[in-house]
């Protein structure tokens, strides 16, 4: 297989410059062939923190989400989808690129400023071929609105040339909060969610006769911090505002909550999270009913899935795997929503229960739309297409995911999860079928050492044939990002290249 070529845009100053004075409109589509045979335009809308359990169509009767479950209804649900971090910047990092943390270097969330924007600020995707950069060299225009939380969040990156993001990746609320548009920050009054999917709409109107991308990345639901303390100011206040919210359990604290263990009783922040999650929902019903009126409907494959989970009181925690000591590698940090739909090309109402995992979406959108020969090779994805099940087809999948969380590395069949830490205790065996909450360990039970023992194997051979050796944590690796475990790595600064410099024997696709 070729690896693809990185589009180059050198265009000077002064067009530049006019071209987002007007309001963000996009550059001409990269090498783009009109007599090359039509793809389908590709919609990925990506939430942020967001567990599959919130949803209807995933069996939650408490949260409004009627777009996202028709979109289940007209595609194909993937009952057992898994993040493999726990948090924001791996996570999309890996969706991006279909690499682990242990590949691309990203293996916790970007902090503030760094990266980001600023004097240091570089794109920590730099040197890897990446879902926009393919589609881009492949003749699509490529737009993101929303978070990027990736590096060099100012200026455009990755082949996309309409760039409305946000400067940083926490979100300290929904409105009243500073963007990043034609390369100036300002402040934006407006409901985010709301912004995000103008800028959406506004992206595949300008774009609806040619080939496009469109990365509609909300900041929401969110679930954290002061966003959740925020009162709810969209139309699902009056809804939400004495709602007993059942789906979200009561449960005793954890003992390794670290610092969300409070909220397990707070009604404001349940609240809060639903009405997040509908606003979201709200978006996707303008997304497709936009792609309805242009009639691009059945040439337009739509993409509903979460970067990673979030508890919500489920097994006794609240909030993602960084918001416990020691780290974790529980379903309810992975475990995510992932929808896909195109009309007249999937059948509708499709649920599959293959263990998939995030890291399988580039290859299997690379098959999806016939540009497998753009599937890059180095360096080697762990993904699998799952192409097959989209159009109804039969395939052999083995059920088997991966994550990977600084020192917490786990594997995660239908059955069984195996969790293994460095430098820290304890290593974790659960039977999900029997312990869907992960509550039993049963590592070192001798009746259990079989299964045990070979997960583990398994683990180590994943990780021995997939991780690089630069940013192998576990084998003395660097880092891209700082470290929550910094204590047992001994890192002191994360790898700030101002721009992605190769080392020797390694370059970028060519």
């Known amino acids: 297989m070729s690896v693809p070529t990185r589009p180059l845009v050198v265009v000077a100053a002064a067009i530049l410059a006019a071209i987002f004075l007007v309001g963000t409109e996009p550059l001409a589509a990269q090498n783009f062939d009109p007599a090359t045979p039509e793809r389908p335009n590709v919609v990925l809308i990506l939430s942020d923190n967001h567990g599959a359990w919130s949803l209807g169509a995933y069996g939650n009767r408490d949260v409004r989400t009627p777009h996202i479950d028709r979109l289940a209804d007209e595609g194909v649900l993937f009952t057992r989808a898994h993040a493999n971090n726990a948090v924001c910047s791996p996570t999309r990092a890996s969706l991006l690129s279909g690499l682990m943390p242990s590949q691309h270097g990203v293996h916790t969330y970007l902090s503030g400023g760094g990266a980001q924007i600023g004097p240091d600020a570089y794109n920590t995707l730099e040197e890897f071929a990446t879902i926009p950069s393919i589609l881009t060299d492949a003749g699509y225009v490529a737009g993101l609105s929303g978070k990027w939380h990736l590096g060099d969040n100012l200026h455009p990156q990755e082949g996309f040339t309409y760039w409305v993001t946000k400067p940083h990746g926490g979100s300290q609320g929904f409105y009243d909060q500073e963007i990043i548009e034609a ?3 300002r402040n934006e009054p407006e409901y985010l969610t709301k912004f995000w999917t103008d800028h959406g709409v506004r992206f595949i109107e300008q774009n609806k006769d040619r080939p496009f991308f469109l990365y509609l990345a909300y900041n929401g639901p969110y679930g954290l911090g002061p966003a959740m ?39 404001q922040v349940r609240r809060k999270y639903a009405a997040e999650v509908s606003g979201i929902d709200d978006g996707v019903g303008r997304i497709t009913d936009t792609l309805q009126r242009l009639g691009l409907e059945e040439n337009t494959l739509v993409i509903f899935l979460g970067d990673q989970g979030l508890a919500s ?47 399988d979406v580039l290859p299997t959108l690379l098959e999806y739309l016939g540009l497998q020969s753009k599937t890059p090779d180095k360096p080697k994805l762990p993904g699998r297409s799952f192409a097959a099940t989209l159009e109804g087809r039969d395939t052999d999948w083995d059920d088997t995911v991966f994550f990977e969380f600084e020192n917490v590395r786990s594997i995660r069949t239908a059955e069984w999860k195996y969790i293994e830490r460095i430098y820290q205790k304890p290593n974790e065996l659960y039977h999900l079928e029997n312990d869907p909450g992960e509550r039993l360990n049963l590592y070192g039970v001798p009746e259990h050492s079989g299964i045990q023992n070979e997960l583990q194997k398994r683990l180590h051979v994943f990780f021995d044939r997939y991780a690089e050796p630069r940013w192998d944590l576990w084998k003395g690796g660097a880092s891209k990002t700082n470290i929550i475990t910094e204590k047992f790595f001994g890192i002191k600064n994360p790898y700030r290249p101002s721009r992605y410099e190769p080392q020797p024997g390694e370059g970028k696709p060519q």
């Not at 009561?250 to 390794?256: C, E, F, K």
């Open 183 to 185: 390369e100036q920050l």
């Open 313 to 359: 009181g489920h097994s006794g925690f609240w909030g993602m795997g960084d918001h416990t000591r020691p780290l974790t590698a529980f379903d309810w940090t992975t475990w995510i929503p992932m929808i896909f739909r195109q009309k007249g090309r999937m059948s509708a109402g499709e649920r599959s229960n293959h263990v998939v995992s995030n890291y």
């Open 229 to 267: 303390r925020e009162p709810i100011r969209n139309r699902f206040a009056s809804h939400y505002a004495a709602h007993p919210m059942p789906s979200m359990p009561r449960d005793t604290p954890h003992p390794w909550n670290f610092n969300y263990g409070d909220w397990l009783p707070d009604m």
